[in-house]
């Protein structure tokens, strides 16, 4: 069984960093893409940042210059960097992973940002 577990999430002030991370039970390499999606309250869920296997990535464009996507194929993790958060970066993290036609979510980790 596929499962992604997510931890990293927390209250931040304006400014500050997180760095969110990803475990995969099994290889990340054998997964076509693994990403990091949001969602706020009353929102619907958004692509935020997404590796693929080959390593290119994409970002959503609020973000851009102030997260990063990264992987330790050692310890199948994935991770999301994000510096200079800001409020509206507040919402429900979930990692994401697509393998062999089947979409993948962990359980969501929460990050507030607020002074």
Known sequence: QVQLAESGGGLVQPGGSLRLSCVASLSIFSFESMGWYRQAPGKERELVAAMSSGGSTNYKDSVKGRFTISRSNAKDT??????????????????NGWRNNNNYWGQGTQVTVSS
């Open 78 to 95: 994935v991770y999301l960097q994000m510096n200079s958060l800001k409020p509206e970066d507040t919402a429900v993290y979930y990692c």
